[in-house]
Structures are given as C-alpha cells and as structure tokens.
C-alpha cells in the first residue's frame, strides 16, 4: 500500500548531482505548474524534462543570496520545450525547507537569465572526451 502512495502523491522522486533527493509532488504538478490560476501548457508533458534539469543541471544557484533563511535553490537548464521555437532556460525552484529531501515549488522557462546571481552551488564538469 505505502508503494501506491508514493506513485500517486509524487510525480518523482529522484536525486541531484549533489546526492540529495528531490521530490515533485503530484498537487504542485497539477495545480501549480500546469494547472490552477495560470494553466501553462508549455509543461504539460515535460515531467521527465524537469526531472533530468534536476539530476544533471548545467547550474544549481541560490534562489535569493541575500537572504540567509531562504531554503530555496535554483537549477537550470538550456531545454527545447515542443510549445517553443527557441531554446529556453528551465529554471526549476526546489525548497530544501525539510533538510532531509527537496520539494520542487515551481518551474519557469526563461529567455534570458539577466536576473540570476550569487554564487553558484553546483556547476555541471565539462565533458572531456574522456570516461
């Protein structure tokens, strides 16, 4: 019974180049994201997008470096979502509230990331050619 929870309060749960886990839940999927106020179809379909900017992000950044009590980190992403021509950065926020996991509270597609500061957490090695 605990097995069929996990798959219907969770849309994943995975784990970041850091070793940490991070959980989607499925009300912040359905209602949030790409439901409730703002219905944002450029999502819809894109869970396993979102998951794999979180377990290889190009950059993991604090969500605001001035402020010492936020728990919330941001990871992003160059992705091509199908509802747009160009390329886009894919910025999903994860609050680390609980230090045991990270929930996932809201994703965004970029343009630009004029906006972005402080010091990087996590930046994704080059690839050398070599394994």
């Known amino acids: 019974m605990e097995g069929n929870k996990i798959n219907t309060d969770y849309i994943f749960i995975t784990e ?11 009300t912040t999927w359905n209602y949030h994201i790409v439901g409730g106020d703002h219905t944002r179809e450029e999502f819809i379909g894109q869970e396993d997008m979102v998951k794999s ?16 009590h936020d728990t919330r980190q ?14 886009k950065a894919l910025v999903v926020i994860v609050d680390y509230e ?8 809201t994703v965004i597609a970029k343009s630009r990331l004029n ?7 996590y930046v ?7 394994r």
Do not use: H, M, W
Request: negative net charge; hydrophobic residues 30%; contains cysteine.
């Open 74 to 87: 941001k990871y992003i992403d160059l992705v091509q979502l199908p509802k747009f021509k160009s390329l």
């Open 98 to 105: 609980d230090e045991a996991y990270g929930d996932v509270v």
């Open 16 to 26: 970041d180049p850091l070793g940490r886990e991070v959980r989607l839940k499925s």
């Open 124 to 130: 994704r090695p080059k690839f050398t050619g070599k």
């Open 53 to 68: 900017v979180i377990q290889d992000p190009c950059f993991i950044l604090p969500n605001n470096p001035d402020d010492q």
């Open 115 to 121: 906006q972005e500061t402080g010091g990087a957490i």
